[in-house]
């Protein structure tokens, strides 16, 4: 592979994903987000929600992300996420479905003990991501 371009691979509980040939990634850090030239400086560095941003030559490719971790090395980022969508592949329905169940439950949440509003923030807060990467990059 030429010294210019990354290695990017996406790693999840049930899957894996490499994509070479790549010149900048970017990523939603917890602490914002950040981005990654072929050569950086050896990281780890924590994920949030938020979209993943892969530029190659033949184009971009976009990813929802429900957090987890980067880890970057001169020429290869692994990034092992709880969630990794391809935004041409985020079932809407589902994801519509997803945002509305995590409305009912916060609502409801007052009245019901049995639900953690925490949890049904973060809820809301993928699915929300989800459908604002399909409506921009799907």
């Known amino acids: 592979m030429a010294r210019d371009q990354l290695t990017v691979e ?3 509980p049930t899957s894996a ?3 070479r040939q790549v010149s900048y990634l970017r990523a939603p850090g917890v ?3 950040f981005g990654v030239l072929p050569g950086h400086i050896p990281a780890m560095i924590a994920l949030d ?3 993943i941003g892969i530029e190659q030559q033949s184009g971009q490719q976009y ?3 429900s957090g987890g971790y980067a880890e970057i090395h001169r020429d ?3 990034l092992l996420v709880e969630t990794a969508e391809l ?3 985020i079932d809407v329905e589902r994801a519509k479905s997803s945002a509305q169940r995590a409305r009912r439950r916060l609502k409801d949440a007052d009245r019901n003990p049995d639900i953690d509003p925490d949890r049904a923030r973060h809820s809301l807060q993928r699915a929300l991501n989800r459908l604002s990467i399909v409506e921009e990059r799907g």
Do not use: C, N, P, Y
């Open 87 to 89: 935004a041409t592949k």
């Open 31 to 33: 602490d914002g987000l």
């Open 17 to 19: 994903e490499e994509t």
């Open 63 to 65: 990813w929802a992300t």
């Open 49 to 51: 929600i938020g979209e």
């Open 10 to 12: 996406i790693v999840t």
């Open 76 to 78: 290869r980022v692994v």
